[in-house]
């Protein structure tokens, strides 16, 4: 089971990340799970929208991949579709600093994107860059998922302290104590709660961890029998229809005035979330070997 929810809190953050938007509140209370067993994420009050670098920014780091080119081209083409609300500091900076010469050496999945220089989070689960503010970008949500994980396997984060700044001294000096036998799971989220974010591991490392191995990615939203199923406690229960909350994050996310890319925003709307809100029927062939 805690494999199944770790595959899916990957794919949602790939996903959010692929659109440009950097979490920056993971933690359990902000993972929900829907009727169909799968699970989404609430609570984007702390979310941000990072930029695109300017062509001047670029060339003055390094010269963009093709690969890195098309994946901001995506991110301005498509949109998000959720909803929340809470975290630590609701304050965020509309200043971004330019990336340094230290910053570029070792190229990541953010290199196409400016950072951001807000403080922000849920205190336990602030990655360290943050509290340096020396800017932040996607790595954050990574550092975040790390406390998760350990959550899961030892029922505590890694970093509390008897107060705050006790919890952010740790964050910032020691390391996590991941006791126990050596295991692919505890190697994962050493490797996820590595304090230099240039060498903390990004996505495609996650996916091809050994935690991970035999899981099939492209069929996670497709299964038809997750581990759990919530019953259904409160009926006809009067709330936000899904509408109104799409129309609201993408007010917010993506201004009117922005019309780049409103072509196509509509073939991309549901390719992820509407795999996620459907209740998938049971197939012939249908099997749970794949984690």
């Given at each position: ?9 990957v ?20 993972v929900?799970?829907q ?20 062509p001047?920014?670029l ?7 093709p690969n890195s ?5 995506k ?6 579709y959720s ?12 200043s971004?600093?330019?990336?340094t ?5 070792r ?8 950072k ?7 205190e336990?689960?602030?990655a ?9 970008g996607?790595?954050?949500d990574?550092?975040s ?5 350990y959550?899961m ?10 107060n705050r ?9 020691k390391?996590?104590e991941?006791?126990?036998e ?12 590595e ?7 990004q ?9 991970f ?8 939203l497709?299964?038809a029998?997750?581990p759990y ?11 936000f ?17 922005d ?6 925003c ?6 992820w979330?509407?795999?996620l809100?459907?209740?998938?029927t049971?197939?012939?062939n249908?099997?749970?070997l794949?984690?």
């Amino acid at each position: 089971m805690c494999r199944f929810y770790a595959v899916e809190l990957v794919l949602a953050l790939e996903y959010l990340h692929e659109l440009g938007i950097v979490y920056r509140d993971l933690k359990p209370e902000n993972v929900m799970i829907q009727e169909n067993g799968h699970i989404m994420l609430v609570d984007f009050d702390l979310s941000k929208k990072l930029n695109p670098k300017s062509p001047h920014s670029l060339s003055q780091n390094s010269s963009p991949s093709p690969n890195s080119e098309k994946r901001s081209r995506k991110q301005r083409l498509t949109r998000l579709y959720s909803f929340c609300n809470s975290g630590i500091s609701p304050w965020d900076s509309d200043s971004e600093p330019p990336l340094t010469t230290a910053d570029s050496v070792r190229c990541t999945e953010s290199d196409s994107v400016e950072k951001s220089n807000s403080f922000v989070g849920t205190e336990e689960y602030v990655a360290p860059e943050i509290l340096s503010g020396k800017g932040h970008g996607f790595s954050v949500d990574w550092w975040s998922y790390g406390i998760v994980l350990y959550e899961m396997l030892y029922g505590t984060t890694p970093f509390k302290g008897s107060n705050r700044k006790e919890t952010f001294y740790r964050i910032l000096t020691k390391d996590p104590e991941l006791t126990g036998e050596k295991t692919a799971l505890r190697d994962l989220i050493a490797r996820l709660l590595e304090k230099d974010p240039d060498r903390r591991i990004q996505v495609e490392e996650i996916k091809g961890h050994d935690f991970f191995k035999g899981v099939k990615w492209d069929e996670v939203l497709h299964i038809a029998r997750p581990p759990y199923i919530p019953e259904n406690e409160v009926e006809n229960k009067v709330g936000f229809s899904k509408h109104d909350v799409e129309v609201f994050v993408n007010e917010v996310f993506f201004p009117t005035n922005d019309d780049d890319g409103v072509e196509n925003c509509e073939n991309n709307k549901t390719a992820w979330v509407g795999e996620l809100n459907h209740i998938p029927t049971q197939k012939k062939n249908d099997d749970f070997l794949i984690f």
